[in-house]
């Protein structure tokens, strides 16, 4: 994974850099996700090897951190190979949804595995309770939760299995963890490849190399610039990264859109998640001419297979377009890419940056994913904002349960 920063004006902001590794060292000490690339994960694979080999889908019943960072990555890897399980992710209590889904399953066939760090989401305890209701034999679920929550102590009594996730990791940032680990290894993922990319990160940032620099830089530019470029955007030139915006749009926003430690000031980078080239004929227009306050990251694939080119024939009518004759798909999106990148430029006061993935594999979007997480520490702590809570979230679910506590009287 390679990433360009093209922007102007970027200091060596050397002071602020040893500053912030300081405090990120700190923070690895009590934050759990960081040294999740290194974890064990023989219980795991076990769990995956015993695993009835009749079940053909598995359905995952969580909302937000709990099935974003696993959809994420099953979407990306699938166009590459059939999973061996088909993955199904019950995110919304939208009655239309939940029987949508139920229909495209033989729930015979069926595995749940329900996945709550608090035990007590009310979108997901909702559905389980709805499936619970037709299939409630303990071979039918596997649940993922808090050490000692009720959903833990439901677990228990009915027998099923429960894996815990590890302490001090939040929902958005447990990707890497059994939330996203379990339901992507059931399907055939390669988990350990997932984890060797993350580590590769890791072990490049927090031991001064390459990406290390990077990200500081990208980091520290992001934060001192957070009034003027309040937004920030990926461009992702692939489909298969579409889910991969929506989980970047959860944990950039949600990490980040926070009152200041110190004050009653609210702070906020809003995040936006494109897919090129389709992007190109809608949202590009307001980055080119509408307010200066968006930052532009751009994700590229270095390899995509199979690698289909377009035939030298010529269409009547439509002779002017032969210059596509011979070119591969492969090439004409990176292309559309790095136009785009280059009339970005062009505009000046735009910030944008390049990453490059090398290909669509379990390896690459482990990396990738680790990158945003430590990316989203770094701004984190230089916007002063305590990156791990979720208060404003917390409110309306506090609202709701007092809704429906008033009408179960």
């Known amino acids: 994974m390679q990433n360009r920063l093209y922007f102007e004006n970027l200091d060596t902001f050397d002071r602020e850099k040893k500053e912030l590794m300081t405090k990120i060292e700190e923070e690895r000490g009590t934050i759990g996700y960081y040294n999740l690339p290194k974890q064990n994960i023989d219980e795991i ?32 890897l699938k166009p590459m190979e059939k999973p061996k399980r088909e993955l199904f992710f019950f995110e919304s209590t939208d009655p239309l949804n939940i029987e949508y889904l139920l229909k495209q399953v033989d729930i015979d066939k069926t595995h749940f595995l329900v996945i709550s760090k608090s035990g007590g989401t009310v979108e997901t305890i909702s559905i389980l309770k709805y499936i619970f209701s037709q299939k409630s034999n303990k071979e039918n679920f596997t649940f993922i939760t808090d050490t000692g929550s009720n959903l833990d102590k439901f677990a228990q009594d009915l027998g099923s299995k429960v894996f815990y996730l590890p302490a001090n990791v939040g929902g958005r940032f447990s990707v890497l963890s059994v939330v996203g680990l379990i339901p992507l290894a059931l399907c055939g993922v390669d988990i350990k490849s997932l984890l060797e990319g ?8 927090f031991n001064n190399k390459e990406i290390n620099s990077t990200l500081l830089d990208k980091a520290i530019f992001y934060a001192k610039n957070h009034e003027k470029y309040s937004i920030n955007s990926i461009f992702a030139y692939s489909e298969s990264l579409k889910y991969f915006t929506e989980w970047f749009v959860q944990l950039w926003g949600e990490s980040l859109g926070k009152k200041h430690r110190d004050s009653i000031c609210n702070i906020g980078l809003t995040p936006i ?65 790095d136009s785009i990148i ?68």
């Not at 019943?61 to 709990?66: E, F, M, P, R």
């Not at 306050?293 to 199979?306: G, H, M, S």
């Open 45 to 76: 694979l076990d769990f995956v090897d015993s695993f009835d080999k009749n079940i053909e889908n598995i359905m995952v019943l969580g909302i937000g951190g709990s099935s974003l960072g696993a959809k994420a990555i099953f979407e990306f």
């Open 198 to 205: 993350a580590n590769e990160v890791s072990d490049s940032f």
């Open 273 to 337: 998640g494109l897919i090129g080239p389709k992007d190109q004929h809608s949202f590009l227009q307001l980055i080119m001419e509408g307010k200066r306050d968006k930052t532009v990251t751009f994700i590229k694939l270095k390899e995509f297979n199979p690698k289909l080119n377009i035939p030298a024939i010529t269409l009547p009518h439509l002779e002017a377009l032969d210059i596509l004759n011979n070119i591969s798909f492969h090439d004409l999106i990176n292309m559309q890419c």
């Open 342 to 409: 280059e009339a970005l430029l062009n505009e000046k006061e735009i910030p944008v940056d390049k990453i490059e993935i090398l290909a669509v594999d379990a390896k690459s979007i482990g990396g990738l994913m680790y990158y945003y997480e430590l990316l989203t520490s770094l701004v984190g702590q230089l916007l002063g904002v305590d990156t791990y809570n979720q208060p404003g979230v917390e409110a309306g679910k506090i609202i709701l349960k007092e809704k429906l506590s008033s009408i179960s009287k």
